[in-house]
T-cell receptor, first 113, second 115 residues
Framework: GAVVSQHPSRVICKSGTSVKIECRSL??????MFWYRQFPKKSLMLMAT?????????EQGVEKDKFLINHASLTLSTLTVTSAHPEDSSFYIC?????????FGPGTRLTVT | AQKVTQAQTEISVVEKEDVTLDCVYE???????LFWYKQPPSGELVFLIR??????QNEISGRYSWNFQKSTSSFNFTITASQVVDSAVYFC????????????FGTGTQLKVEL
């Protein structure tokens, strides 16, 4: 199998602070990971493609300075929401690519108060 | 650009009824992959099926079956004898071979199975 974990599963932070979300591939190496955002009762929207050892590729309309992505190892990608605001509250899901297949993490629910 | 349309936003059925979830896609690529995922209230995406564009054979897995028709660009999903545990949001998704494996999701169909 291919297991992907995310940490934390839930986080509440105050407006203006930054929060880091980790995505780990537990039993395989992933040079490519993806970050998605999902608003309540909405679809998953791809935010960026995270590439190990290089800069992430952001989708149109996603602020790269606000959503910092670091893929420092073959098993870990991190998404940092900087200076979070209530409108950043959402469900963030990562996936790791293995043999052309995306394996999804369980998601992180971010609430900004 | 690729696009996935799930016209049914919400479906309610009574347990043991059969239900079909529709998915229509658009792509310019000749090589692409279609997926179905289940998202229960916990939020975790559960992979159900992956189908490549060259394989139009229908597939059955237990109570689940999929009908892939390239002529109508559809990839419909049928649950036979639905159960309460089938209640979830179901997403259809598409990735193009040249798209770097990026997935484009449909808007999802909320399925509610009641007793």
């Amino acid at each position: 199998g291919a297991v992907v974990s995310q940490h934390p599963s839930r986080v509440i932070c105050k407006s203006g602070t930054s929060v880091k979300i980790e995505c780990r591939s537990l039993d395989f190496q992933a040079t490519t990971m993806f970050w998605y955002r999902q608003f309540p009762k909405k679809s998953l929207m791809l935010m960026a493609t995270s590439n190990e050892g290089s800069k992430a590729t952001y989708e149109q309309g996603v602020e790269k300075d606000k959503f910092l992505i670091n893929h420092a190892s073959l098993t870990l990608s991190t998404l940092t929401v900087t200076s979070a605001h209530p409108e950043d509250s959402s469900f963030y899901i990562c996936s790791a690519l293995k043999a052309y297949e995306q394996y999804f993490g369980p998601g992180t629910r971010l609430t900004v108060t | 650009a690729q696009k996935v349309t799930q016209a049914q936003t919400e479906i309610s059925v009574v347990e043991k009824e059969d239900v079909t979830l529709d998915c229509v896609y658009e792509t310019r690529d000749t090589t692409y992959y279609l997926f179905w995922y289940k998202q229960p209230p916990s939020g975790e995406l559960v992979f159900l099926i992956r189908r490549n564009s060259f394989d139009e054979q229908n597939e059955i897995s237990g109570r689940y079956s999929w009908n892939f028709q390239k002529s109508t660009s559809s990839f419909n999903f049928t649950i036979t004898a639905s159960q309460v545990v089938d209640s979830a949001v179901y997403f259809c998704a598409l990735s193009e071979a040249v798209g770097g494996n990026k997935l484009t999701f449909g808007t999802g169909t909320q399925l509610k199975v009641e007793l």
